[in-house]
């Protein structure tokens, strides 16, 4: 599981006593991962213009391990399930990939991790980094810096600074400052917006980025930061304990947050965007709206920004600033590609199915739509582990997330829509920007599909209902609320289809040789067909399997907008009754 187990859970209230209770087991399940040895560290005079001190592992560019299949033109083939393969000249994209606690290349995970307490690597208020010494916090053990920079292949860092046991003691003595909380795992932290104890702090971070090369390091992809509270991840349980105890004043507070992110601008430069910011947009903070874009203003500075809350597919994150999505007033997500730079992290953490306190009913069904959501928000990093995220259980589905990763519109193998009506309870009760005279949604809280690149649109005779084969309740647990997973017709009000635009940035103005794959339930009478602008494909008969199956269209599809409501395609329904559909993918057989 994740080094940083909480991994966003503290976001969710039922979670935050939970983690007590896990942390002997964390310990035994990430400490075999970190284990000190005494292999000697490396000199802390080295040259830093030096690629690295180890041997450097080359990025993952392997094509997909399950290719899609082209049928010629006017055929069209059903399979079972949803068909995740790729067309084969897609290759993952640059920037993106696996990370973990430790690589594991035969699942392309090519970065491990570097961890490291702030009192490990800071003895002195003034001298050099300790890359000898050993190290721990939240119940893990480090080995040295030094050893771990001197092992081969790319590396991601984390810093534990916050904690009363992770912060060197001279801070204390110096700063003169006491813990202002303990937190959910009965740890004790310091204030690190206390003008003293940020100062040292921004000095160890400018000492390991920049004194110890790690900025100029090619195998160097990206830090957690700033290092503060609970598994490093900055959440607001001690914000709102210093604010509860008349310690912080908000704009105070508002100060230092400033003051952070200008400082790793600072010594960042050109590579900020690798400088992840890992706090959340609305967080459960207490300055009311004064907070609530916070991990916004990060990353309008250029920093990178994680989340660890994806496995709750539907919860918290519809309206995320941060990552460039807002909820419409017709519960559809728009994403706006442009939000970050390239070279920045947009990271999230996908294991917390059936660890981690979790126990998810479907556990693939868990995975498949967290990715989803991960993918919607235009992610290109995810933590993994091998079997916490279920891998080997799913395998053409994770093959598809990892050549999907960072990939942007214009260079992405596919278009894609999830089509379902699922409830994000996180906006039941908080209003946000959708308070009395605020915008629109007109029925929230449910959000109308995952979308990336390919939207379905309402428009007459296309007009889609919501459809209850398949419908989950609450799982990986309650917060996640209710989803029904799949979109259908509506015969009985006129609407015997569904109607598709491509985004222009994916497909521009013109012909296209494509696959169409459209995933429906079987279960229905009489048959559909995809029709475009040039005409109509081959029926696919439902033959009552009740089941979802896949159909792959071969089509040259004329972008342009050019039929009803400015859409591209509709699916359309032959024959008695109504049919759900659940997944709909545009696949573009050439390298663009």
Same mark, same amino acid.
């Given at each position: ?31 075999? @991962? ?51 393969? $790729? ?108 003008? @003293? ?40 349980? $001690? ?84 990552? %460039? ?30 660890? @981690? ?11 498949? $739509? ?8 235009? $992610? ?6 091998? %079997? ?205």
């Amino acid at each position: 599981m994740s080094g940083s187990a909480d991994h966003g859970r503290l976001y969710v209230p039922s979670r935050r006593t939970s983690w007590a209770s896990l942390s002997f087991v964390v310990v035994l399940l990430i400490s075999a @991962c970190t284990s000190t040895t005494d292999t000697p560290a490396p000199s802390a005079n080295r040259d830093s213009t030096s690629p690295r001190w180890g041997t450097s592992v080359e990025a993952d560019r392997s094509g997909p391990e399950f290719p899609a299949t082209v049928p010629s033109p006017g055929r069209v083939v059903v399979a079972d399930g949803v068909d995740w393969s $790729m067309p084969e000249w897609v290759r993952p994209a640059e920037f993106s990939g696996f990370f973990s606690e430790s690589a594991s290349p035969t699942d392309h995970v090519q970065v491990r991790s570097v961890d490291m307490s702030w009192r490990q690597i800071a003895p002195s208020a003034d001298g050099p980094l300790d890359l000898s010494s050993t190290g721990e916090a939240q119940g893990l053990f480090f080995d040295p810096l030094g050893q771990q920079l001197a092992e081969p292949g790319r590396y991601w860092v984390r810093v534990f600074a916050s904690g009363v046991d992770w912060a060197p003691e001279w801070v204390v003595e110096k700063c003169g400052v006491e813990a202002i909380g303990t937190d959910y795992d009965d740890q004790e932290h310091l204030p690190i917006w206390d003008d @003293c104890v940020w100062s040292a702090l921004r000095d160890t971070w400018e000492k390991l980025l920049v004194d110890e090369g790690l900025l100029a390091d090619p195998d160097f992809a990206f830090a957690y930061v700033p290092g503060g509270f609970t598994w490093s991840e900055f959440d607001y349980e $001690m914000v709102t304990s210093a604010v509860d105890a008349g310690e912080l004043t908000q704009a105070g507070y508002l100060a230092w947050y400033d003051q952070m992110l200008g400082d790793f601008v600072e010594l960042a430069g050109p590579a900020v965007g690798r400088m992840v910011f890992t706090g959340e947009d609305y967080p459960w903070g207490p300055f009311d709206q004064a907070d609530d874009l916070l991990a916004t203003r990060a990353v309008e500075r250029g920093l990178g920004i994680r989340t660890g809350i994806t496995e709750l597919s539907n919860f918290h994150l519809s309206e995320t600033p941060a990552y %460039g999505s807002t909820v419409t007033a017709d519960g559809h997500l728009r994403v706006d590609d442009a939000v970050h730079r390239p070279g920045t992290v947009v990271a999230t953490e996908n294991e917390c199915y059936v660890s @981690c306190g979790y126990s998810a009913e479907d556990p693939e069904y868990a995975v498949v $739509m967290s990715n989803l959501k991960a993918l919607h928000l235009r $992610m290109n990093w995810m933590y993994v582990v091998p %079997g916490d995220s279920l891998l080997d259980q799913t395998p053409e589905h994770w093959d598809w997330v990892r050549l999907s990763l960072g990939q942007p519109a214009e260079r992405s193998p596919d278009a894609w829509v999830a089509l379902r009506d699922a409830e994000d309870q996180f906006w039941r009760e908080e209003t946000g920007p959708f308070a009395a005279r605020g915008r629109a949604w007109r029925a929230r809280p449910f959000v109308r599909n995952l979308e990336r690149w390919l939207v379905q649109v309402d428009v007459p005779r296309a007009v889609a209902r919501r459809s209850t084969v398949e419908v989950h309740r609450g799982d990986p647990e309650p917060e996640n609320g209710v989803a029904f997973e799949g979109l259908s017709t509506n015969a009985s009000a006129g609407s015997r289809g569904l109607a598709f635009r491509v985004a222009p940035q994916f497909l521009p103005a013109g012909r296209h040789d494509v696959l169409l794959k459209v995933t429906y339930w079987d279960g229905a009478d009489g048959s559909f067909r995809v029709r475009n602008a040039l005409g109509s494909t081959q029926s696919v008969r439902f033959s009552g399997k009740r089941a979802w199956r896949t159909a792959t269209f071969r089509m040259n599809l004329p972008v342009g907008q050019r039929l009803a409501g400015k859409t591209d395609f509709w699916i359309e329904k032959q024959g008695p009754g109504d049919a759900t559909f659940n997944f709909v993918r545009v696949l573009r057989l050439n390298a663009p």
